[in-house]
Structure formats: C-alpha cells, structure tokens
C-alpha cells in the first residue's frame, strides 16, 4: 500500500511561492520576505538554516528511527538530509500546496519518491488524525508566510501527533521564540505529552524546537547524551555536543541529568 497508507489530497494553501538566490544559496518565501527553507546551491544536502539542524537533535533520544512523518515541505531540506543519511528510515512527507512540492522538485532538489520516501499532497492535521502508532518521529515545520499554520498548532493536533507516535515515539516542532502565542502552542504541547517535553534554542537564535515524548527517554543522563552527541558528530558532522549543552537553557535539569 506504500509508505504507511493512502491519501486523497485536499485544496492548496494561498499564497505566492518565491524564490530568491544570495551568495550561492537559494531561498524559498511562502507569501512574504521570510526565509522558509535555504539549499546551498553546491551542496543541496547541507542543512544551512540553524534551525533545520536543530530539530535533527531528536536522534539524541531516537537514534535509528524507521518511520518519520515530516508535516510541511518547505524546500524539503530535513526530508532530503533523512533521505540520504537515514537509511533505515521510511519518510512520508505532508504538504498541502502543490506549487511548494513542484519547487522543491524543480529547484531545491528534492529526490524522487521511492520505497523511502513518499511527498503527499495533504492536509497534515487531517491525515495524522487517522493514522495512529504510525511513526517514531513527527517533525512539524508548518508556517505560512506570517506565522504556524493554526490547524498545526491546536490541542487536537498536538493529542493526534502523540497518538501517531509509537511506544518511544517524538513530536519535533519547530516555534519562533517570538511568536505571542509561543507559551500558548507549548502549553499545549506539554498538555497532549503529561508534561514529557523539552525545548531546544536553535544556534542562530529566534527559534525552538520542542520535543515532545510519548514515554520517559531512556537517555536522559548528561554522560549518555554527551556520548551520543561525540558519535552523532562524528557521523553526520552537526553540531549535536552544541545541542547538548543547549538543552540545559531551557529545561529543568540537575549536574547528572535533564528532567523529562
């Protein structure tokens, strides 16, 4: 039946899709001058927006995921770095505009579907809503051109996304740091996670990334997760030791280990 099930896709958002190119790098706009997504024109893998880098620290608690729902296309930057390094990972990506898929295609090299990787056009709220312990990592990147899609941001959305997580499962989301809603979108978070949640600053400050468990993480010590990261950084090249020592900012935590 393909990756995880079928779908009927439903009407596109509003809005131009935009591109503009700066020192090498080609940016995506949804509607306005904010940077959606950004690809080195040289090397279209690298992650080069702080904060795509960022919402791959989930493979400190999840390191060999087998089943990702990416909710939001974008350029596809984190579709397209899972699909190269993440062999093990079968990927559904959601977008429900189909001028964003066909520009990812086209011109931020997006791969083609394969037994790996499936784009839909879709509503993401509606389709995560029927697909319960669907997938180990939910990553949620879904923002117009002025703020987060309000359908991604609601109480239901945030109860659905827990009930597609299998048993060790994440939600991955990405806030802007400024947004006045912001207390609001991760209040709901902790309230469909029992509180299981934590938040990680991106490098280049303005966004978080909150991290939501369906359980307790098994690695919760500052030692395993430092270890983790050493091995992390030395696979992929990201700054995950940097993560680690991010994590302490906005989280409770004691000198062995972070509070989940």
Not at 101 to 121: G, H, K, S, T, W
Not at 122 to 132: F, L, R, T, V
Not at 133 to 146: F, H, N, Q, S
Not at 238 to 243: A, G, I, K, T, Y
Request: charged share 25%.
């Amino acid at each position: 039946m393909g990756l995880f099930s079928r779908w009927r896709s439903r009407v596109p958002a509003s809005g131009s899709v935009q591109i503009s190119e700066e020192g090498g790098v080609r940016y995506l706009h949804l509607g306005s001058d904010t940077i959606q997504s950004g690809m080195r024109i040289g090397a279209p893998e690298e992650l080069v927006l702080s904060y795509t880098r960022s919402m791959l620290a989930f493979l400190l608690f999840v390191p060999e995921p087998q089943r990702v729902v990416n909710i939001g296309l974008g350029g596809g930057s984190v579709a397209k770095w899972i699909h190269k390094y993440l062999h093990g990972a079968q990927q559904v990506v959601l977008e429900i505009d189909p001028r964003v898929i066909a520009v990812a295609r086209q011109y931020f090299c997006l791969p083609p579907d394969d037994r790996r990787l499936r784009v839909i056009e879709a509503d993401g709220a509606s389709w995560i809503a029927g697909q319960p312990d669907c997938a180990d990592v939910v990553l949620v990147d879904g923002y117009d051109g002025r703020s987060q899609v309000a359908e991604l941001t609601s109480d239901e959305f945030y109860r659905n996304a827990a009930r597609a997580l299998r048993d060790n499962g994440m939600l991955v989301v990405n806030l802007w740091g400024n947004d006045r809603r912001f207390d609001t979108y991760l209040q709901r978070i902790e309230a469909a996670f029992e509180g299981q949640v934590c938040c990680l600053p991106a490098v280049q400050r303005g966004n978080v990334i909150a991290m939501g468990f369906r359980r307790t993480p098994t690695a919760t010590r500052w030692d395993e997760l430092r270890e983790r990261a050493r091995a992390l950084e030395a696979a992929y090249g990201l700054e995950f030791p940097q993560f680690v020592g991010m994590l302490k900012e906005l989280n409770p935590h004691t000198v062995r280990r972070l509070l989940v």
